[in-house]
């Protein structure tokens, strides 16, 4: 704990991890949980209507909302307390910031969400355990750049997060093929299907390669952004 | 404990270089073209609140920007210059802290993200030298505000930084902590650049120190604290002198020569401009009872504070 990075990321890990966050997100995975149970009891239900309920609960409204709420805090929550102070005034690189915010955010994430997505495609029909666990490894590493970077550079991250998780990534990006392509949850859900049964694509040019090349590019970018930013706010 | 500090050595190069410093907020200037050095030792930083000491001090941590001007600090832009942030020790303005956490705890992160060797060692000297408990296990949310202040100052001190910048460190204190945290400055002075803002003119006083005045957002004042004071003691007062017999009283202090100026207001009082509020004093009760008036009150109208800065501006 003696290394700036640790030392920070274990700082953030703490201001972060409420127990009423740790509660509510919890809430809504044990709720997918049970819905995801009552599904595969059901013989009437496929493995279509596994897949569908594990992407449109679990990869469209779960995981992005779980991302949003606890990593738009990690940088967030010192921003709105004003003692961003303490970290941006030593003589550390930005990007040791940025990077104890992410991996904090991560790290308290990772468990709230990878463990009911497991359970969730274990109990579903047609989903593979690996399959979704690996896909929410891309989805919440690509929204935690993401919503780390909306958290810092607005004091509404959570409405905005919203907006951007219902409207963009729930609805618009269902209307096209181009849009898709600009959507996170398309690239986990990519991943997600290129383990099950029937291998089909949500979109024909994006493969699993493209998937992980988005996801990528799209960490590096919320990075490389948050990194400016840190360096070109006003502190308070 | 207030036993006198030697003074710090001889100046050499300036620690800190504005040089035509404007900083605004939208419409909102806060600092107007300032321009000051500042060598080894304490400097204070004295204006009332909003005048633009706390936004000078940002500017100084490179918390902010300045919109028009240069700064240099230690020889560099503490914004950019990743070392010269090392070399620089906060005690900003604002309560928040990192509430949940032990005092040690919180000025032993500041420690390790200073890169010392030891930070747990160090985060103990510095809480000692501020006088708090190094193995305290409350959080930090459960102390007064004195004590806060305290562990600001500790983590701003834990790496001995060149540049101690404290912006109202004695708010919130008692007076026993006032005397302490004043040595506490005196002494960090002799070994680095200490820069306190204050809107107190007696703290600024105890601290013995260079002033800077600065009111308006503009620099009103520089020099040693002697010299500001005298300044503030020779402007022109007004002072409002109310009798039963106002007019003969105005004329009688006309010929007593011992105002600049005198007036009868609205509401019948004796409005009186001179430049010796002492020999002033004197001449009135004489003038009074020469005419044969009552004196019923006589009161300086611009003592307070605001009214010294304003006078230092308008200079």
């Known amino acids: 704990m003696n290394t700036p990075l640790a030392a920070m990321t274990a700082r953030i890990i703490r201001a972060v991890a409420t127990r009423g966050r740790l509660l509510a997100m919890s809430s809504i995975g044990v709720l997918g949980l049970v819905i995801a149970v009552l599904i595969g009891s059901d013989d009437a239900n496929d493995s279509a209507n596994g897949l569908a309920f594990l992407e449109e609960f679990g990869f469209t409204v779960f995981v992005p909302l779980v991302v949003l709420v606890v990593t738009s805090a990690t940088l967030g929550t010192f921003r709105d307390d004003r003692n961003l102070v303490y970290f941006w005034l030593r003589p550390i690189g930005r990007w040791q ?62 409405a905005w997060g919203l907006g951007y998780i219902l409207v963009w990534e729930g609805f618009l990006a269902s209307l096209s093929d181009g849009m898709a392509q600009l959507a996170i949850r398309t690239y986990a859900t990519t991943i997600l299907r290129s383990t099950t049964d029937s291998g089909a694509r ?25 990194t400016w930013r840190l360096g070109a706010m006003e502190i308070d | 404990m ?7 050595p001889p100046p050499t190069a300036p620690a800190v270089r504005l040089d035509g410093v404007s900083k605004w907020f939208g419409d909102v200037v806060a600092v107007s073209e300032v321009s000051f050095v500042v060598y080894p030792g304490v400097t204070a930083l004295l204006g009332p609140n909003g005048a633009g000491k706390s936004t000078t001090l940002r500017m100084l941590a490179g918390l902010t920007r300045p919109s028009q001007g240069a700064i240099s600090v230690l020889g560099a832009d503490p914004r950019v210059d990743r070392s010269t942030r090392g070399r620089i020790g906060l005690v900003s303005q604002q309560e928040e802290l990192f509430a949940e956490q032990r005092a040690i ?77 004043i040595t506490l400055i005196r002494d960090l002075g002799t070994r680095s650049c200490v820069i306190v803002s204050s809107h107190v003119l007696d703290e600024v006083e105890r601290l013995g120190s260079n002033v800077l005045v600065i009111a308006q957002g503009r620099l009103a004042a520089q020099g040693d604290f002697h010299q500001i004071r005298e300044l503030m003691d020779d402007r022109p007062h007004r002072i409002r002198v109310r009798s039963d017999q106002p007019r003969r009283l105005a004329g009688a202090l006309l010929e007593a020569d011992g105002a600049r100026g005198v007036s009868i207001a609205d509401d019948g009082s004796v409005l009186v401009d001179t430049d010796d509020v002492d020999a002033f004093r004197r001449i009135v009760a004489r003038a009074a009872q020469g005419c044969d008036a009552s004196l019923d009150e006589v009161r300086p109208l611009d003592d307070d504070l605001e009214s010294v800065f304003k006078y230092l501006v308008g200079r």
Do not use: W
């Open chain 1, 202 to 226: 949500l979109i024909d040019s994006v493969g699993p390669t493209q998937a992980t090349i988005a996801v990528v590019a799209t960490a590096l970018v919320g990075f490389g952004l948050t």
């Open chain 1, 97 to 158: 910031i940025t990077c104890a915010a992410l991996l904090a955010g991560l790290l308290v994430v990772a468990p709230l969400t990878l463990v009911p997505l497991a359970g969730m495609a274990a109990a579903l029909p047609g989903t593979s355990v690996v399959a979704a666990v690996l896909a929410g490894v891309f989805a919440i590493v690509a929204y935690g750049a993401l919503f780390t970077l909306l958290g810092l550079v607005t004091t509404r991250a959570l």
């Open chain 2, 105 to 181: 705890e919180f000025v032993r992160l500041a420690a390790i993200l200073n890169r010392l060797d030891d930070p747990d060692q160090a985060a103990r000297a510095a809480l000692a030298r501020v006088a708090m408990d190094p193995d305290d296990t409350r959080p930090i949310a459960t102390y007064s505000k004195g004590m806060r202040q305290r562990v600001k100052v500790a983590q701003a001190i834990v790496h001995d930084p060149d540049l101690v910048l404290m912006d109202e460190p004695l708010t919130g204190l008692d007076p026993r902590q006032r005397l302490d945290m």
């Open chain 2, 2 to 8: 207030s036993t006198p500090v030697p003074p710090p």
